[in-house]
């Protein structure tokens, strides 16, 4: 099973700063990395696909990028409605997996 | 417009069974996969397995195998989650997700989650 580890755990920003968070794989997903923004509740909500592709709707200030195993989704110009947890997913491999999740906190 | 909509919370006891819901509607429900996912309370997403509709074909984490069976029912376009015996450790938000036409997909639909409790 491929284990995926978010860092930090917990960010606090202010609003128009811009943040990175990030996530690595234990082992090669190739691109199959997804990222999620999951409110309270609320169901998670994809962000990110492939890596660095925008799913449909989503918010351009959200971009992912990618080095061997280790993925980053950068918040740019941050606002105060994307405090939230935000997930890492492997769909790589069986089964899919998810990082432990970093909360966003706005100041 | 894609939607997947869950049967409502549960209270159960532990021993108790349980089979809860995920109706999907606005595509076609035999094309594709769906999952469901396990958030304990506070705590993170896991993936416990996926069910293709158009041949059954199911697939579960090791962490899950054995523990629940995943379940459609084409003529209703649903996808049922279901336990035989519930522990207190089964308490949790389940979710139902819709990745693609591979298991190995990214989830942009979900239902709204279904609250299992499980007390005595």
């Known amino acids: 099973e491929t284990v995926m580890t978010q860092s930090p755990a917990t960010l606090s920003v202010s609003p128009g700063d811009t943040v990175t968070l990030s996530c690595r794989a234990s082992q090669s997903v190739s691109s199959n990395l997804a990222w999620y923004q999951q409110k309270p509740g609320q169901p998670p909500r994809l962000l990110i696909y492939?890596?660095?592709i925008g799913a449909t709707g989503y918010p351009t200030r959200f971009s992912g990028s990618e080095s061997g195993t280790d993925f980053t989704l950068t918040i740019s110009s941050l606002q105060s409605e994307d405090s939230a947890v935000y997930y890492c997913q492997q769909y790589n491999d069986w089964p899919p997996t998810f990082g432990q999740g970093t909360r966003v906190e706005i100041k | 417009e894609v939607q997947l909509v869950q049967s409502g919370a549960e209270v159960k006891k532990p021993g108790e069974s349980l089979r809860i819901s995920c109706k999907a509607s606005g595509y076609s429900f035999t094309d594709y996969w769906i999952g469901w996912v396990r958030q304990m309370p506070g705590k993170g997403l896991d993936w416990m397995g996926s069910?293709?509709?158009?041949?059954?074909?199911?697939k579960y984490s090791p962490s899950f195998q054995g523990q629940v069976t995943i379940s459609v029912d084409k003529s209703s376009n649903t996808a049922h989650l279901q336990w035989r015996s519930l522990k207190a450790s089964d308490t949790a938000l389940y979710y139902c997700?819709?990745?693609?036409?591979?298991?190995?997909?990214?989830?942009?639909?979900w239902g709204q989650g279904t609250q299992v409790t499980v007390s005595s």
């Open positions: 069910i293709y509709p158009g041949d059954s074909d199911t």
């Open positions: 492939g890596a660095s």
């Open positions: 997700a819709r990745s693609g036409s591979g298991y190995n997909y990214p989830s942009a639909e």
